[in-house]
């Protein structure tokens, strides 16, 4: 059964003076909205790999660069952090000097059924959402590396490696490890910022639980405990994923 027949049989409902049940509302149409939960998860995966590889290098320029590059990296950076994230993704959905892809992912979800993913629209979010946490990421790999003390580097050139192995074997190693926790904090940001791809018609988690709005104004509270409780699962089984690698990657006996 669909959401405009289940929000049929409610309005007959209440015409009829039959008490409505909103949350068979919501347990009718999970699959509708879980698959939007999949789109959620696809956008974040896409959008965090994408900032972490302009990220790491960004921070790492900032770090050790010099000259005009550092200064096109670090303006760049301050845009992009000073700009809200609706704006950057309807800029590149409508205005980016760049061709999007036209067509649609389609594919099945094994349990919930096929999926269609608008691919202007997503490609448009994951650039938008990943540059943005490139930003923010570049100055987590920033602070992590200028943590790390400068006799880690005297060291190092002592024992006769180059200035780029240094950073390569002895500086990299550390800075990674101790980035855990603010990449941790990122990811979380950019699991809820996809939201906002609603704003350029990526039907993701909250695109869909505003079409069961609409269909339907008896199951409002339901449908938004729902959505809470899945991106509260997202975010709590990430959170834990990285907290045991970051113990994983932990020195013994010393900080991270």
């Known amino acids: 059964m669909g959401p405009l027949a289940v929000a049929s049989l409610s309005a007959d409902a209440l015409l009829q003076g039959q008490p409505v049940s909103d949350w068979a509302f919501v347990v009718e149409n999970a699959d509708y909205l879980l698959l939007g939960a999949v789109v959620t998860v ?15 290098p960004a921070g790492a320029i900032e770090v050790y660069g010099s000259g005009p590059l550092r200064s096109l990296v670090s303006g760049a950076g301050v845009l992009l952090r000073g700009t809200p994230i609706v704006v950057i993704l309807v800029f590149m959905f409508f205005a980016a000097p760049f061709p999007l892809p036209e067509g649609n ?21 994951t650039i938008g959402l ?9 100055q987590i790999f920033r602070g992590a590396l200028q ?11 002592a024992v006769g490696l180059s200035k780029l192995e240094a950073i390569r074997y002895v500086i990299l190693p550390q800075a990674l490890r101790r980035s855990i926790p603010g990449f941790q904090n990122e990811f979380t940001i950019v699991l809820k910022d996809t939201s906002v791809a609603f704003a350029i018609g990526l039907t993701e988690l909250l695109s869909r639980s505003e079409d069961l709005f609409v269909e339907s104004t008896t199951a409002i509270l339901e449908v938004i405990l729902f959505i809470s409780v899945v991106y509260f699962v997202l975010t709590f089984a990430t959170n834990r994923t990285l907290d045991a690698i970051g113990r994983h990657y932990a020195v013994p006996g010393g900080d991270r």
């Not at 990943?130 to 570049?138: D, F, I």
Request: a neutral charge; zero cysteines; proline letters at 4%.
């Open 130 to 138: 990943g540059l943005r946490s490139a930003a923010y990421q570049a």
């Open 105 to 125: 992912l389609s594919f099945t979800v094994p349990g919930l059924g096929p999926l269609t993913i608008g691919l202007s629209a997503f490609t448009a979010a």
């Open 147 to 157: 943590s790390v003390s400068e006799g880690q580097m005297e060291a190092a050139r």
């Open 42 to 56: 696809l956008l974040t995966a896409t959008a965090v790999v994408l900032g972490l590889l302009a990220g790491f």
